[in-house]
């Protein structure tokens, strides 16, 4: 039996701190509730005639409620979970019907085994249909691009239409990783006073890749990796297991959910304590940001096997197994300014598709100016910083004019904070579920 | 790179790109193919090449944030206080009221999101921003945004030198901390301001308004904008010791006189024919009034500006001079402006005299004047219990001491229970018998309640058949431990 959450446990789930206050109220609402292994689940009468039935499977954790809310979790699973937490919820034997089905769907996907791979000479032949289609495909984009640049970026079409044609003619190339860069042009001129800059400089990133796809064989491996994974090709999970494990003594440095299209993407930033490299975690979610791997929380570590995505940059990766249990940390070795743009350098050089990298800088205090956000270190040296406005007076207010230590993403033009450490405790400058960066772009382009 | 960009605007049909002067020039002029290519080509090496060289520039890091060495809210707490702003609950007066006492800060990582709250909660702006103290107002002081936020003495350069909106803001803030210094500063421009802002001053006075207001009041009347004179109408009659006031009884006393005769005591309205410039420049101005005449409402402004005083010495007590006849022409005109000077000058003793004639048809601007003991024994003597838990009841509760004594929620408790089994027995959930109507009292009860009451609300649950009111009490209860665990946390 699983111990019971403490009420900040319970209160690190809520989506915000509302839900978590609505939840209070129903304490009285629940009847038929009942707590087994890793499942907890209750019925919570609302204003209509049937009550909800409320299913929390504490593995992951997964929420399942019959209430019409979007929040996830809803205010009858965490409502249901302060219950278990107040020793309120009873142990029962066996699950209710209405759980079972709800957990029994997530147990067999939890374990069913990924759809059979083909087999090999099939595989070969598809991948060599799709190399064919993304040649050609990029070949096409090429003309488009030179076109672009022979008549003039001034005399050009740069409507979101036209990006958008060419981007679907991407998809159908099935190179997905140019079809989405394309689609995020459209904003750039849209938003971006220096627009015609950015766009030569996308331009020149993409005619970059179709000459690097079109030597793809006389690559150096790594490299190749890098090309096709920019391209869009799909890296299946054995590919990425095949890949030597990196033990670690890993940090969780921030942690970030958005949602697009009910798509939920999870980015996790790691940071190793003894090798100092850095690994970003991708979990995807469909509908609920219900994530099949679980990961520590924010501000702890764990020694645990990490497998690289191939590349020349190496930064996504797969969680493989800890070696214990995670526990806080409350020091952090933190560079200068100097060594991260030195580190951003040499990735440009190994990936010059990157459009941003991890960077932790200690020593620096953020302030604000007429011109915009900084960080400034002890020397009075001082690098941009950009984000979300209310998570940068949270950073300013943490360190009220004193020096703390930041991670955040570096762009080579701009720094966007993603956690803040003070006095032993790392503090999220990410909302728990933030709308990705292209939804909240174009809700303001309406 | 401006080379390659003005080329790319033009287009390489037109125009050809130097390389020479790239800072990658040399390695740009091995690309081959045609123009466009060639171009794209460089400014890839180029764009690789600056974003790697990225340096630091130079600034001056700003003034740190004062120190404070107040002890920082246990975090449980500052958790919990951001639910409760987002909830906009109302335990926050009783939770603010123990933080403050405590002398807690607020931790550093809450303090950016409290000062967003802090601008939209009226309530407890000032509350908060005790919280959140010295770095709070660090904050605020690089924020234009949080300017109203900002609480320091020495900000009269923004009312003399502030453009209009900055201006009302001082003024507003001063008046609730030091009226008469603000009215000292408006009283010293008051000549040179623009008409609507003089308008706007002059409402402003309504925070923190006193006696020593009077005088630029008086000096209001006479102004040429009638909006002016309006708003200081309204504040004068507020002030039952201005020469305005005095003035308004003089007419009452004109209009109005005690009849004396023998078993028969009774109010006579006499008014005149016209009224006088100086009637004109008090505000009693022609305003037809729901039928009854002019002359209806000139009595009704006067009554309701004079001070009730002046009738304690015509009638006697507030109670007598309720009881007394007056012809039934004037009898509504003249209760109706007793209410509202009751309300306007804040008077108990006339406030008790309407509850204890009137009951729950008194004003509800009227019944919290009563004094907060006097409606206390009120209730308990029973006098309110058929509408103690209506809309009517409400105001009895306004301001009772906190938490209410264990007595006032058994016999809201034994009310609440007599409704509930009504219900069960009709097992309607109508009108009067809908639990819904008792939501604001539920609601005072959970905020209000002593936490000894939880066991009462217990054994009302258990003995209750209605299914509704059995889980309201147990939500009453529920609400009211998870406010003694809020407070706890304080601890």
């Not at chain 1, 958005?258 to 991708?282: C, I, M, N, P, Q």
């Not at chain 2, 003995?463 to 009211?480: K, L, V, Y």
């Amino acid at each position: 039996m699983t111990s019971p959450w403490s009420e900040g446990q319970v209160a690190s789930v809520a989506t915000d701190a509302g839900s978590l206050a609505a939840a209070r109220t129903l304490s009285a609402s629940w009847s038929d509730t009942g707590h087994t292994g890793t499942a907890l689940w209750g019925l919570c009468q609302g204003s209509g005639r049937s009550p909800y039935r409320t299913v929390v499977d504490l593995d992951g954790p997964a929420f399942s409620c019959s209430c019409p809310s979007r929040k996830f979790p809803c205010k009858h699973a965490l409502g249901l979970l302060l219950l278990w937490s107040q020793g309120q919820v009873p142990d029962a034997a066996d699950f209710p019907p209405f759980a079972r089905e709800w957990l029994g769907r997530r147990a067999t996907r939890a374990s069913e085994p990924g759809p059979p791979a083909p087999p090999s000479t099939a595989q070969g032949k598809s991948a060599e249909r799709r190399a064919d289609r993304v040649a050609a495909g990029l070949d096409e984009l090429d003309l488009w691009l030179t076109d672009q640049i022979r008549s003039g970026l001034g005399s050009t079409d740069t409507s979101p239409a036209a990006f958008d044609a060419v981007a679907a003619r991407m998809v159908d190339a099935q190179a997905p990783g140019v079809a989405s860069a394309l689609r995020r042009l459209a904003f750039t001129v849209a938003l971006r006073p220096d627009w015609p800059a950015r766009l030569l400089a996308e331009y020149a990133k993409l005619h970059l890749l179709v000459v690097a796809h079109r030597r793809l064989p006389e690559l150096p491996e790594p490299l190749r990796a890098t090309v096709r994974a920019h391209v869009g090709y799909p890296v299946s999970t054995d590919k990425v297991r095949g890949e030597p494990a990196v033990r670690d003594r890993w940090m969780v440095l921030g942690s970030q959910t958005t949602e697009e299209k009910r798509l939920f993407t999870r980015k996790v930033w790691l940071l190793g304590r003894d090798h100092g490299r850095w690994a970003l975690l991708l979990d995807f979610a469909h509908g609920t940001p219900n994530f099949a791997n679980a990961v520590p929380p924010l501000g702890s570590l764990v020694d645990a096997d990490l497998h690289f995505y191939p590349g020349a940059a190496p930064l996504r990766a797969q969680w493989d197994a800890g070696h214990g249990a995670a526990e806080p940390f409350t020091t952090l070795p933190a560079g200068g300014i100097d060594p991260a743009l030195d580190a951003f350098a040499h990735v440009i050089g190994a990936d010059p598709w990157v459009r941003s990298w991890p960077v932790l800088l200690g020593g620096v205090t953020p302030t604000v100016t007429d011109e915009g956000w900084l960080l400034v270190d002890a020397e009075g040296r001082a690098l941009p910083v950009t984000g979300d406005e209310r998570n940068l007076w949270t950073l300013l207010g943490i360190s009220g004019g004193h020096p703390v230590t930041v991670c955040g993403d570096w762009n080579s033009e701009a720094l966007t904070p993603v956690s803040v450490f003070d006095r032993g405790v790392v503090h999220s400058l990410v909302s728990a579920t933030a709308p990705s960066v292209s939804t909240r772009t174009a809700g303001r382009r309406r | 790179m401006s080379e390659l960009l003005s080329t790319a605007l033009l287009g390489t049909a037109r125009s050809t790109p130097a390389l020479q002067d790239l800072a990658t020039g040399q390695l740009a002029q091995s690309i081959t193919g045609d123009p466009a290519e060639v171009l794209l080509g460089a400014a890839a090496l180029e764009n690789a090449h600056r974003a790697g060289g990225v340096t630091a520039s130079l600034h001056v890091a700003p003034a740190p944030a004062e120190e404070d060495d107040r002890v920082q809210l246990p975090p449980a707490a500052a958790d919990h206080l951001m639910q409760l702003l987002a909830a906009k609950s109302w335990t926050l007066t009783e939770w603010f009221a123990v933080a403050v006492e405590r002398g807690y800060r607020a931790p550093d990582h809450l303090v950016a999101d409290l000062m967003s709250a802090a601008r939209s909660n009226d309530t407890h702006r000032e509350n908060i921003l005790r919280l959140t103290g010295p770095r709070g107002q660090w904050l605020a002081a690089q924020n234009p945004e949080w300017s109203m936020l900002r609480r320091t003495a020495d900000r009269l350069e923004v009312w003399h030198r502030g453009s209009h909106p900055e201006r009302l803001q001082w003024l507003t803030a001063m008046r609730s901390v030091n009226p008469a210094a603000a009215t000292a500063e408006v009283q010293r421009t008051w000549d040179t301001e623009r008409g609507e802002h003089r308008a706007a001053f002059i409402a402003a006075l309504a925070t923190g308004l006193g006696d020593a207001d009077a005088a630029l009041l008086e000096h209001a009347l006479d102004d040429r904008r009638k909006d002016v004179r309006q708003h200081a109408v309204q504040l004068l009659r507020q002030l039952p010791r201005s020469a305005y006031a005095q003035r308004m009884a003089a007419r009452a006393r004109a209009w109005v006189r005690v009849e004396k005769k023998p078993l028969r005591t009774r109010l006579v309205v006499n008014m005149p024919g016209s009224l006088d410039d100086s009637a004109r420049r008090d505000g009693i101005e022609n305003v037809h009034f729901k039928n009854k005449g002019i002359r209806s409402w000139w009595l009704r402004m006067v009554v309701t500006a004079a001070p009730l005083s002046a009738w304690d010495d015509m009638i006697g007590s507030a109670s007598q001079a309720l009881d007394i006849r007056i012809e039934d022409q004037w009898r509504d005109v003249m209760t109706e402006a007793w209410v509202n000077a009751t309300v306007l000058q804040r008077n108990p003793r006339w406030a008790s005299a309407f509850l204890h004639k009137q009951g729950r048809q008194t004003e509800r601007r009227v019944v919290p004047l009563v004094p907060a003991g006097e409606r206390l024994e009120y209730i308990l003597a029973g006098h309110a219990d058929s509408y103690l838990l209506g809309v009517d009841g409400a105001a009895l509760f306004d301001d009772l001491p906190h938490p209410w004594p264990l007595e006032l929620a058994q016999r809201i408790i034994a009310r609440f229970e007599d409704i509930a089994v009504r219900h069960a027995s009709t097992g309607k959930e109508l009108g009067q018998l809908s639990r819904h109507s008792h939501y604001s009292t539920l609601r005072s009860a959970e905020t209000h309640f002593p936490f000894s009451a939880v066991p009462l609300l217990h054994a009302a649950a258990e003995r209750t058949r209605d299914h509704g009111w059995q889980q309201a009490f147990s939500t009453a209860a529920a609400n009211i431990e998870h406010r003694r665990t809020l407070l706890k946390e304080l601890e």
